[in-house]
Structure formats: structure tokens, C-alpha cells
């Protein structure tokens, strides 16, 4: 926020509560910890449906519950600090001082309100487990395990009960797809590295979430200010507004100054994981001078967001001095704004960046708070002639590496992913980051398969972020449709988060998840059987759906009519549709065995006549030529 | 157009002329015929780029060409009639009397207009060719196949004079993409039914395309007015809108009234070959009801619309018997409107469909106008649930077997793919498609790749139709924002047609096209060198692309601006990588090798601190478990 703001005037974030349009937030409390209090959705069908109620994955907190109350000047409750302190392992302490450059320096009117509340930190107190890594391993289930495991199965019961033709199938590349998530799958599958359950220990309000390839594949939506644009008020509104529509993780890319509050507003009333990279706020603190970065500046910084609850940070630490000429020949050179900073840093001095010398160091920091790491990709193409070049598949190697380095001290680990590649070049990205990452989660950026439709790079990338979410991705980074143009607005992060639903949810479908094709089948039917209401309520966007229909068919009376705008009210496919299930409901056995007789020699059917036609003379004209 | 109109309110229809922005509308002569004059647009690019014109692909008729005169009134010029008359086998003759049914009745204020001029019709005049099939077969290279080659080769020759290295790779599922397309390479796919010019004789507007697996892939845009909105002045804006925008051919849907002199003023004023699924017009004749269909309506009815110049015919032939009660059991039934209009048929008189009986009587028809079969996958899936199934499968065959007779009347044939595929079942579509259809091309209507996000389906289906397009699909039946909802209005069809032009152009990436990704690269070029307004030019959206930078930048002085919004003026990627060039431009070859060396260690590197660190303890909290 650069815009002058008086003290006095800074408004209360405004942000979207309530439910989703005939949904409820539901809560369950998992066997294995009766205590927690695990949210879903519930979306309620028709009487005439007789059918259950659509449980879906809920990510939106308390926002979409009206029984909560919600005030954003003292942030959402802090349930999960009672289980952090709980197991033990860690010790309150008085923190690091704010410093006005936390703040970029920013003072007076030009200074955003403080956020209200402040909360000692936490961190870890010895050599004891404190992340869930470590948890993991030592053999303990966490409460947030169980939390996370409770909120994957969803549905997943219903679906078993069902017949066996109705189970999912799917191609899952070599995934490990449980029936049903348990707790001790979820503790296994962090033990491994093959999944991360992304929680800092100081952040308390956190719901939470598993990223991984075994588990529903997750969005991220990018939010934060910029030097040009944008207010924190805009930036908590965004949050909420995000994570209503599905944003399983939001990530906070704010620069400029007033860097710690907005990330502090935002923090206190996010019940998602929020992520950071930290290396843009350093560069504020020195001016945005690159070369000017130190490993103390740095070091300080990830201590100062441990602080707030960040749950995890994007560390360029892959981008090696001897990668950096790699990217001479590229038509877009070096995209990620982090990996440019380190690419400057490392020509100026003529020497490996400090996150890669001093990495260690970075991993004991982050281990005391369970910071996650997400490796950035530093040189990830920014064009498709760049794909999957030396420079993008050198740094993946040293990322692989770096993940070892990580888990051997004892940290979460995710890497991250480009970019822009054509489709056929998608399936050796994430081939090559199994290879050499031994399977932590990959986290994608698209990748946008076409360079040529800037302003609809949601649907460029939705595309390649669909597929490689099929082939292993854990977590997708949405694309808005201003990528690569301007700052997204409220209306562009809804347009991103549901383009990514979409492709996460399709690429659910493709790898077989038990669960997910229910919402599909139930939609489907709802729109057989002209459920109109149904059919908008289990869309991802209820309200455009139901807007579009009203568009042409405004009368109140046509949501419950048997036919829909594409035919009008006297021809209908779905009511033939009827015609033939009554038909063949009165089939006798005999008639049905002929049928199927008939059917399988009618699909060779033609064939004789269409040789002799040929012989007869079809090819008269071919003896002209 | 089912609201009443009076004659001399019908107001002319208004339609988007003029460039796209940047861009001017060229003519080629091509070598084998320059009395031909073959259109493209050329993209210019700010002095600073020093590069030529990027030229691409278009089908937007003289609309964008400011030297044409367009009186809608009058419709195009028909240039091609001389091409058929010239080389003969064909007749004019009078014609088919206009019947009051053909409009469904509508009489005075509700009666659309006529369109002002008549043109006399041609028809085929005895056993020599007449279809592009015919001659192609014949050994005869028409000016329609000239003129098409000649628009598939753009930019192709600069990719081919560049150097080896930045020659397309891709991966293309067994098609024979050429190098350069010549007449004779048309003529020869043609010939082998790979290919189909869609091109009635009686369509003199056209500008003649090719559609085909080893051309560039097409997409269609659906129109047309319903029995519950929209009049002829809004299809007419629409089509011409639709083909602004990259539409490469244009189906009419109109049901309801006026269907005849819709479709008249749509025709007259298409340069892009139009279809129609006739069966839909034969229902009105025939007052709605399914069953009261006779032969001799549906027949009359192709006549009178290959008359006017449909170019190829939607044919619901496959639907037998049967196959209706194999979709009993299906979560959506039958889906398609033709579909199930004959299933409805079928089972009220117990026999197979007139479609399917008389098919060769069909064949002869279209022969004689050289209207194209897009044979009809009228049991195609309605949802992710039904995909695949032995409904859809068994129609397929029956289609594959309908080819080869319509082959051999002489008759270009197409066949139309689904619908609703979850990614995992997308590829057995085309592989069985090309097995059983002998490689006539595929015409698939998305798919959409899950069924959860009415609003949002030209997303779910444009990933569907990226990937089956780069598995082999030749044309993309596009899905706007409003399907399952509503008509589409203008802004949906353009958002359905660029939605359709990214897949397409993501297929032609990844199969490999010689010069699809030239159009990418200088995209990308304009982007890194901060050249917005050859950005926003070389964009499939220049309008919205502009409007979006506008909304954060709004300053003139920013779009020269070598900054954008997501990093502010003081620092940006972008300009990183310009000093990484100019560094790597400064290395001795000595530097360079020794940096060769260091960034293949690099990428080895830390592995054995990894070790070393797990050795001495990284394990310690394993063993506390």
C-alpha cells in the first residue's frame, strides 16, 4: 500500500461471509480425536432428488459459517496454538523487534494500521520433534494429521458403499491412491517426503490441508500489493474472497512497502496455509538494490515471518552461479522475479548465492517454526521456447538435491514447477522432478501451454496445469486472466481460483481419486431431471450458473420447468431420454437378449455393402485420374 | 426469430468491420493459379523489433479488409461460382419452389424478411467428378485446394529458411504433418478421405479451408436462433463476429421459425463454410413431433438447403435400433438433439431410422452440391459418467462402416466426436475413432473433462480439446460460457472462439506444426524487449489484452514503459536477464567452458553434504520412534 492513509481512516477490511448458494458448513469430529471440529461443505438437493446431501472439501474457514462471528480487526479463533503447545517442544518468546524497515521504511500517513491483536511467537525449544515431518517420522500422529485426513475423505465412504461399477477408475502414473485416507497414511506419506502438511507452529488460526500426490490436488492463489497498486484492505478482502471459492493455500507476493502489516492482516484471518517469498521483502529492506542482499538481511527476514505464522516460503536457493549463463540464449531470459534477484546477486559479486552456501542455516531457521519449504525455480521458462532447456533442468537437479539437504534437517519439502510448456513437453517435467526429487510434491505455475492469448492466460495455463495435475502435480498455481498484464482484481482471483477447481478436479477424475466423481454424477443427474436449482448449486460458481440461465430464461417459473433454453418447451432430449428407459424397462428377458444380439451385429453392419458398392464402380473416377 | 417483425422494420443487419487492431488483411497469388487472391493477416511489429510482419491465419472474410465494400444486403461476392462453372459437370436449373413450411409457417409480422437476391442454384450434371472427393480421386488439383494450401503455408517458408535448431519439435501420434502443404499434398489427403474441403457448390462466398490431422486444427463456432430468442440481424452479427475472431467454419442451429431465411442471409454473407444439422428443420416441417418424420421431408429438406449452399450436413445415420435401449442405463441418456429425435423414431415405428436405410439416397443428394458428411455421434456421452460406453462405441463402428459408403458415392465425410470425457478416456476416443473410421477427420465437440462447472464449460472442455486436438482431432466444436444455460450471446461466442483458438493452437504446438510456434516466439520477444503494443497485436485477443494493461497501467506513457505491474518501475526481471547477456556476451571462450564444466558439477553438487548430514544424525528423530 503506497497510497497515503491516515490512521484514523484506515478502514476495517471488508470481507465476503456466508454461505455458498444452497450450501452449509458442516463440521465432523474424527474418531481418532473426537476434540477437532473438521469443517466440509454441504450442498442440500432437491426433495425430489432424494438424495443425500453433496459433502465437497471446504477450504473457505469460518467466513461461509453464519454461526461464526467474524471480526477482522481481531482475526479468526486460535484453536490450533492449543494443540501446537499441547504436544510440546517449544517455548514463547518475546520476539523480534518490528523494525520501521520491516515496513519499507514507511511512516506517517503513508504507514498501514498495525494489525490490532499481537501474539508471542513460538518456536522450536530444543532437539525434540516441532515439525510434522519430524512428528511424522518419530511415528506420532498429529492432531493436524488427523485433521488433514478427516477433510480428504469427504464422500470417499459413500463411494465405497457403492457397486463396484461405480468406482472410480483412472490412470494415476504410478500414484499410491488409498481406498481411504487414515491418519497413519497421512503420517506415512509425510514420513517419506511424498507429502507436506504445510503449518507453522504460530499460526494458530490455521484449517489444516496435505499437499500431495496421493491426496486431491490443491490450488494456490496469488494475492499482494504491489509498488504500483493495491491497499491491504483490497489484499484481506482477496484472501477471503479466494479461499471462498476454493484457493486451498493463498500466497502473499506483496512488495513495496507496508510488507509486514498487510501479511500480518492477512495472516490472523487466514485459516489456509499462506505462503511467502521472502527474498522480495529483503530486497526492500535494501532498497531494491540486489546486489546489496546479505545472508543476515535474509536470515532475519524468514525469522521475522516465522515469527507472524507464514507457512511457507519460496527459497530460490537452486539458481548456481553456473547456471546463470544458461540463459543467455533464451528468448525470455530469467522470468521468476526471485530467481532474477539471485541471478543479479550472483553476476555482482561473482560468487554462489547465499541461499545456496548458507542453505543449512536456512533449514535450521525454518525447522524451528515448521516453515515449509517450497524451492523455487528460479530459471523456469517464461516462453515456450524456453521449456524444458538446460538451465530449467539443471536447477531441478540442484532442487532435488537441496530436498535431501532439507529433509535431513528435518523440514517439508515442495518444489516448485514452470511455466510455459507446450503440451507435449509437460509429461517429462514432472517425470523429471520424481526422478530427482524423491517424489516431495511438485507445486506448478500452469504451466501455460500457448505464449499467444495474453488475457486468457487462466485458460492457457488451465489447460497444462489440468494435465500435469493428472500426472503427479500436488498443487497447482493458478493463472488469472490479467497474468503477464496487470494486478489481478477480486473478479480475476474468482475467475483463477474456479479455472484451477477445474483443472484440479479434473485431474482428480483422470488419476482415479475414490470420491471425486460424485459431484459430477450428482450434477449430471440434477441436470437430467431439469433440477435447475441442483444443478446451479453444485457448480463450482452457483451464481454465475444460475446467472447465465436467467439471461435467457429469466421467469421464475423456468427453473422448474422440464426444458431448458437450447430446444425450448416442446422438443427435449431428456424427456426422450425417458421414453427409452420406459421402453426398455418393458423389455421381456427374450427381447432384450435379441437386442443385444442385434446390437452387436449392427455395429459391423455395413460393411458388405460398401465393398460391393466399391467393386460395382466407387472408384470410377480414380481410373479417370 | 419467433417475435413479430414487421417488413419494413426489419432493419439491415449491422455487422463489425475493420482491422484488428495492428493488423491489416494481405492476398497472396499463388504460384499454381494467381488468379487466385488468398487471404491472411499480417501482424506489424514496432520499428524497434526489426523484425517482418508476423502473418497468421485468417478467416474473417472481407470484413477486416477496409478496401472491401460490404453491403449485408447484397451479401459477398461470389468469386468461387466461376471456379465451379469453369470446370464444368455442373448445371443451373431452377430450383426448389419455396414453401411457407420451410419457415415453419410464419406468416406476416412474423415472417423474417427474405433475403433481397436470388441466386439460381448449380447442381451436379452427370457421373463426372463434382465433389473435391471426385476430383481429387481424379487426379485433379481444383482452386479450391490451391487456395487452401496456400492459406495453411503462412509463415511456414521463414520457419523452414531458419536454422535447425529452432525448427518445431513435437509429438504427433502418427500423422504426416508436411513440411510445406502443396496443392498436390491436398489433393492426395483429399483423395484418401484424410482430409475434407467443405465447399458447396452453390456456396460462391467461400473461402475455401482445408480440414484435416495434417493440417493446421480447426474450430467450429454453433450459432442459431431457438424457438425462445434471438432473431436473423443477431446470427447474422454473430457469424460475422465469430470469423472476426478466428472461427474457422460456423454451424446454423436455428429451430423454431424462420429457419429457412435465417440461414439465406447467414449464407450470402459467409466466407466460411456453413453447417446444419437438417433434421432439425424436418421436425419443424413435420410440426415437432419425432415420429411423424418421413424420408421424404427429411430429403426434400437437404435439398432445399444444399440449394442454398450449406456445406456440409450434420447426418444422425449411425443411430440404430438397437443401440437406443444400450443407453437405458446411462447417468444422462441421450443427449443430442438428432440423436434423439431418431431414437425417438425408432422406437415409435420399431425399425432402424430412414438415416440409416436410405443412406445411399442421402449420399447421392449431397454428391450432387458436394455437401460434406459430418456424420453425428447422436449417442454421444451427456456426462463423464456415460463416456466411453458401448452406446457411444457401437455408433462409432456404424459410423466407421457409413464412411466408407459415403467414399464411395464420391462424398467428403467428417465424423463427429464427443462431448463428456474425464483426460484419463480421452485418447481411446481418437485412437478408436482413426481405427474404425479409416482416418476421415474427427469433429469433437470438446470434451469437457468434468461435468462440475456449468458457467465455466469452455474451460472444462477447451483442456478436452487442447489434448484431443494433439492426439489427432481436425476440428474443435467449440463450447461457449452459456452451454447446459443458455444461448449464447456475442460476448460468449467470442469468448468461446478464443477459448477454441488457444486449443487449437496448443494442439498445433505439440503436434508440431513447422510454423505454429513462430507466432509464440515473437509474442514472447515482444513481451522480454516490454513491446506492449506488439504484445497486445500478436495476441488472439488484442482488445482485451489492451483493456487489461489499462486497468492497472493506465498511463499512454506506460505502454513504452520498460516495466510492467507486477514488479514496478524500480526493478524487474526482465532487465536481470539483459545483463545476463551482455555478461555472457563478455566471456572468453576459456570463461565459457570453464563455466560449461562448473554447471555440470553444479547439478551433481550437494549430494554428498546430504549424506554426510544424514549420516551424522538427520535420522536422530526416526530413532526416538
Redesign the interface.
Known sequence: MNKPVSQAEFPTPTVTTGPLAGSRRVYTQPEAAPHLSVPHREIDLHPTANEAPVRVYDCSGPYTDPAASIDVEQGLARARTAWVTARGGVEAYEGRPLSPLDNGGATGKYLARAFPVRHQPLRASG???VTQL?FA????ITDEMIYAAERENLGRAAALAGAAERRA???DFGAAIPEFVTPEFVRSEIARGRAVLPANINHGELEPMLIGRNFLVKINANIGN????SSVEEEVDKMVWAIRWGADTVMDLS??KNIHNTREWILRNSPVPIGTVPIYQA?EKVG?V?EDLTFDIFADTLIEQAEQGVDYFTIHAGV??????????????????G???M??WC?AHHTESFLYTR??EICEIMRAYDVTFSLGDGLRP????DAND?AQ??EL??LG??T??A????CQVMIEGPG?V???KIKANMDKQLEVCGEAPFYTLGPL????????D???S??GA??IG?FGTAMLCYVT??E????P?RDDVKTGV??Y???A???D????HPAA?L???A???A??EFRWED??N????PD??R???D???PKEAHKVAHF????????C??K??????D???G?SENE?AD?ER??D???????E???E??RKG?????E??
Do not use: N
Open positions: 532437539a525434540g520433534p519430524e517420522r518419530a511415528g506420532i477408475d483412472g490412470e504491489s509498488a504500483v497498486a512488495t513495496g530486497l531494491g540486489a548456481r552461479l553456473a547456471y546463470v549463463p544458461l540463459t543467455a540464449a533464451r528468448v525470455t531470459g530469467i522470468v521468476s522475479r530467481g532474477s534477484i541471478a543479479k553476476l542453505f543449512e517464461g516462453s515456450i521456447a538446460r533442468f539443471a537437479e540442484t538435491e537441496l535431501k539437504v529433509w535431513a534437517h528435518g510455459h507446450a503440451m507435449h501451454t500457448t505464449d499467444i492469448a495474453p488475457g486468457y487462466h485458460i492457457t488451465g489447460i489440468a494435465m493428472w486472466p490479467k503477464h498484464l496487470g494486478l482484481d474456479i479455472t477447481k477445474i483443472a478436479h479434473a485431474a477424475l483422470a488419476k482415479g466423481k459431484r459430477d454424477d450434477l449430471s443427474r441436470r437430467f444443478q446451479f453444485l457448480s463450482l460458481d454465475t450458473a446467472d447465465f440461465h439471461q435467457t430464461l431448458c433454453s437450447m430446444c425450448g418447451p416442446k422438443f432430449s431428456m426422450i431420454t425417458q421414453d427409452v428407459r421402453y426398455a424397462a423389455l432384450k437386442l442385434q446390437a451385429e449392427a455395429s459391423k453392419g455395413m460393411a455393402k460398401a465393398e458398392f466399391r466407387g472408384e470410377i473416377y480414380v479417370e485420374g
